[in-house]
């Protein structure tokens, strides 16, 4: 039993097609229409490139390169960076709700419930009719660490700012 390679059984497909045209003329213009017809396919949403690259841990030029590489195959799904980049924009909370410093960078907690809120009521934007009544469940949590290397930071008041401790508060959606 021989077995087919993939050039001979390509051959063999396309020999049989002529064969077929050959004895069906009257077939050329749908077969060439077939031929031509580009195969369509949806390009992900910015959402969707943005969780890919987050997920996947990609970098810019790895996300710009995997883009690229998929557009000369012709294949048209994924997003510009920069419209991942908005994407990603679209998550953080109004600037004015952000305060940084030159020791502090702090959000207010109601912005970012409303943000959270925001942007689970639009992925689901569909179905909100079937509810009457919804919860945002949620967790926070402190960490903290001490004695950090020091990196000789130079702050304007030398006598209160150390950047050798470090405190954070975290926040995420817990249940929907």
């Known amino acids: 039993m021989q077995v087919w390679t993939s050039e001979k059984t390509k051959k063999c497909e396309f020999l049989s097609g002529i064969d077929y045209l050959i004895k069906n003329p009257s077939e050329a213009g749908r077969i060439r229409a077939c031929c031509e017809e580009k195969i369509q396919t949806s390009s992900f949403s910015k959402e969707k490139c943005l969780a890919m690259l987050l997920s996947l841990n ?29 994407a990603k924009l ?18 207010e907690l109601q912005a970012v419930l409303d943000m959270t809120t925001i942007r689970l009521l639009s992925l689901y934007e569909d179905k909100l009719h079937l509810y009457t009544n919804l919860k945002l469940i949620c967790k926070w949590g402190f960490d903290g660490a001490s004695n950090q290397s020091t990196y000789k930071q130079k702050f304007r008041d030398n006598s209160q700012c150390d950047d050798s401790c470090i405190f954070m508060t975290s926040f995420v959606q817990y249940n929907w």
């Not at 953080?92 to 960078?105: C, L, R, S, W």
């Open 90 to 107: 679209e998550c953080y909370p109004p600037k004015d709700k952000i305060t940084i410093t030159e020791t502090v960078a702090s959000i």
């Open 58 to 86: 990609l970098s810019k030029s790895q996300y710009i390169h995997l883009r690229e590489n998929s557009i000369e195959n012709g294949i048209h799904q994924w997003q510009s960076y920069y419209q991942v980049q908005h």
